[in-house]
């Protein structure tokens, strides 16, 4: 089972990582092209952020971490003892 934790922190550290490159590239792009793109791209910047997917990160994290202690807990539960 902390085998399996070890490799869900990876995937939330990689999230991370990806929301948090999206971001600042997002940011550099809108800030060089301007005008209109400079507005569309603040906005995923946006989507991306707290407001966005990311204020979802923390209820992704509680669900993967219930899931996997029912999963251990239950695992014998379906097995038949003769």
């Known amino acids: 089972m902390f085998g399996n934790l ?3 922190g ?3 550290i990689v999230f991370a990582i990806i929301i948090g490159v999206g971001v ?17 791209t603040q ?6 952020g707290s407001t966005g997917l990311a204020g979802w990160a923390p209820a ?5 971490v219930g899931m996997l202690f029912l999963g251990a807990f239950m695992i ?5 003892k003769y």
């Open 24 to 40: 600042i590239v997002l940011d550099k792009f809108g800030n060089a092209v301007g005008g209109t793109a400079n507005t569309t």
């Open 60 to 64: 992704i994290i509680a669900f993967a």
């Open 6 to 8: 070890s490799d869900l």
């Open 43 to 48: 906005y995923l910047v946006t989507q991306l």
């Open 76 to 80: 014998n539960k379906g097995k038949r």
């Open 10 to 12: 990876y995937g939330i």
